[in-house]
């Protein structure tokens, strides 16, 4: 094999690593049978969330895999696949989720999050969860819940004398 080949190879190898170091979460998608535009539509959504689209090799991803130890994603990188890296946990695969409803050319078949290799059904269950903001939320109204409830006793106790 020529050279310059197999460093480029190595060198998009190298990169691969490295994105799958930085994103908390990646999603192996099947793209087969969407247009132009439809992957452009989902592209220009994943970049709102701060969230890429890229297609590789599935032999270099493997290779990427290997190296990080990851190997069980492998069974996964078989046809056509795209890659969506995301910064966030959960919103590449919410976005992924709303737009394979939506497009059913676009399947989800697996993901790596936070480290975890996930089928299909479990990148749909991380898609359901709120976001982060959301989560916050939630915990503040429970950490508040015994003190409201205890305010409102207190006054109904000054209200009712």
């Known amino acids: 094999m020529n050279q310059t080949i197999l460093a480029s190879k190595k060198e998009v190898v190298a990169n691969l690593v490295d994105k799958f170091n930085t994103s908390k979460s990646v999603v192996v998608v099947e793209y087969r049978g969407l247009t132009v535009s439809e992957i452009s539509e989902l592209r220009k959504q994943l970049r709102e969330v701060n969230a890429s689209l890229s297609v590789y090799k ?15 994603l492998d069974q996964y990188l078989t046809g056509s696949n795209a890659y969506v890296f995301c910064s966030d946990v959960i919103a590449g695969p919410k976005v992924l989720a709303k737009f394979a409803k939506k497009n059913k ?20 269950e991380v898609a359901k969860l709120p976001g982060r903001e959301g989560l916050i939320s939630m915990f503040l109204s429970c950490l508040q819940a015994p003190i409201r409830s205890f305010a409102c006793t207190v006054k109904a106790v000054a209200d009712s004398k």
């Open 105 to 124: 050319k676009l399947g989800i078949k697996a993901g790596l999050i936070e480290g975890t290799v996930m089928d299909a059904d479990g990148v749909k």
């Open 58 to 72: 599935n032999t270099l991803v493997q290779k990427a895999n290997d190296s990080l130890g990851h190997e069980e």
